[in-house]
């Protein structure tokens, strides 16, 4: 499985592997055992891999499901899981990035707002390899996206985003960074709208190691709240061991500015409307960061569905 | 069109408007003039339903409808259009699709289909061209970036596609080069008919140049201490509101 795969896709338990050409073959069932285990080696090949994760769960029952990625050296992944939730999910993923791997993930999920849904992403780097993620939720009953990046080496790059649009569900989103290498450099963003009696929270941690001089580190958090119930809890954490250093780290939040909202609404479109508009211009600064056109409008058409 | 009768209102628990009253009918232009702090932009925000605004008492008809009782939505799409002082930047926005959707809400009310993306950039084209608005302008986000007078004519451009029964324009003019003041007047000009009544808040009396109001009011202390017709604007403009 680890010799020029285009993409995987897991639907009804079978592994779906697309090939170079996009044309799709079914290649083998795959019986998962009882703990959903998988591992998948990537190797390079003359065009970005990628895997498509597109399950839907049942509502009465819990998916479990870890995958162990590795991806080797120069070779280039993009993980792209579109998967609907209507159950309780524990999903765990562990990433190996060799000399000079790139991958970009792009989690585009949708869960039910009763249940409970894990999601752990440990990530280690080496050197010069790179990291984009894009991580998109409409929360749950409990929804926890924990990510943890340990830049091992030099030149290692993570540029994180997170997008998390709620309507009284709830979500919980922990980012640790941890620089354990000199001249590695990390951006982290993450934006919410809370709608509803929502809860969201951000807890990222920028973590810079004693010997890490030239670390480059930013973080910023923002928070939109649209519902008068709903909660923001956004909390900035710096631990920095080194003087050589730049990092940065800023979070607001707040409700749409009211002169805004009544300008819209004096052009005769409602208030849900103009909210809406606003919520648009406001996740808007996110998609710069998007550099693949395919995922912008993945990206674009999931804010659009959910706000 | 309009009466407003006995209007008390206070920002902030300061009283602004003093036992306004003031009757526009259908047709009619009226400018507001008056110096500093008088009032002038309180009425046209008061009109528009600005919640900052507080009515403490008195009422307001608006074509046979208290206007006083309906969200700054449906004043709008009973026909009722304010042009901004100060226009608000909407990062994120284009501003087509801005426009398009304004306009889809007021046809939406009017029983309308909506515009289709075609019909939309034909008319876009014709107004944006009466304004000298490069159409490179509608692709970039709603009033960001763009200077005081590129705001001020999209202001005028709203009002113009919305095509409404009365305009509040509050202090349109400010911000205008002397050519985009001509174009603007141009426009204002144009829409004027029977059927269309006029509030134009000026703190500057140049724009009465080239639109003659029926009447003219000086407003001070939250009142109008004085009206007229179009004469009393030359007046002041020599003479001042001493």
Known sequence: MNKNISSIAFKDNNLIIKNSSNSIKIEKSINFDKDNELHIDVSPADQTQRIVLDVDTHDDETFNLKIFLKINENAKLEFLDESTYKGNSNFELITKLEKNACLESYKLNKFNKNKINNFYHDCSLLESSSFKDYIFSNGSKENLNRTTINLNDINSSYLGSGVAISDSTNSNNVVEIRHNAKSSTSDCFFKTVARGNSTISFDGTIFVDNHCSKTISNQVSKGLLIGKESKINLVPKLEIYNDDVQCSHGAASGQPDAKTLFYLTSRGISKTEAEDLYIKGFLSEFFDTIDNAQMMTKAKEYISLNN | ?242
């Open chain 2, 1 to 242: 069109m309009i009466e407003i009768k006995n209007l008390n209102v206070s920002v902030e628990e300061n009283k602004i408007l003093n036992n306004l009253s003031l009757t526009v009918k259908t047709g009619e232009v009226h400018a507001i003039t008056g110096p500093n702090g008088s009032g002038k932009s309180t009425i046209a925000h008061t009109l528009a339903g600005n919640p900052n605004y507080i009515v403490e008492s008195g009422s307001v008809n608006f074509n046979n409808k208290n206007l006083l009782e309906m969200e700054p939505t449906e004043r709008s799409l009973e026909g009722l259009f304010l042009a901004f002082q100060y226009p608000i930047e909407i990062p994120g926005v284009s501003n087509a699709s801005y426009l398009r959707q304004i306009l889809n809400s007021h046809r939406k009310h009017q029983g309308l289909e909506p515009i289709d993306a075609a019909e939309f950039l034909k008319l876009l084209k014709e107004k944006s061209a009466l304004l000298k608005m490069p159409m490179e302008m509608h692709s970039r986000f709603v009033n960001s970036g763009f200077s005081g007078g590129e705001k001020k004519k999209n202001e005028v451009l709203q009002m113009d596609l919305l095509n409404p029964k009365l305009i509040i324009m509050d202090e349109t003019d400010s911000g205008l080069d002397v050519d985009a003041l001509k174009l603007t007047a141009d426009v204002v000009n144009q829409m004027r008919s029977e059927k269309r009544s006029l509030i134009i808040v000026t703190h500057y009396l140049r724009l009465l140049e080239y639109i003659k109001p029926d009447y003219v009011h000086i407003f001070q202390n939250g009142q109008i201490i004085e009206s007229g017709d179009h004469t009393l604007a030359s007046r002041i403009d020599k003479e001042g509101y001493e």
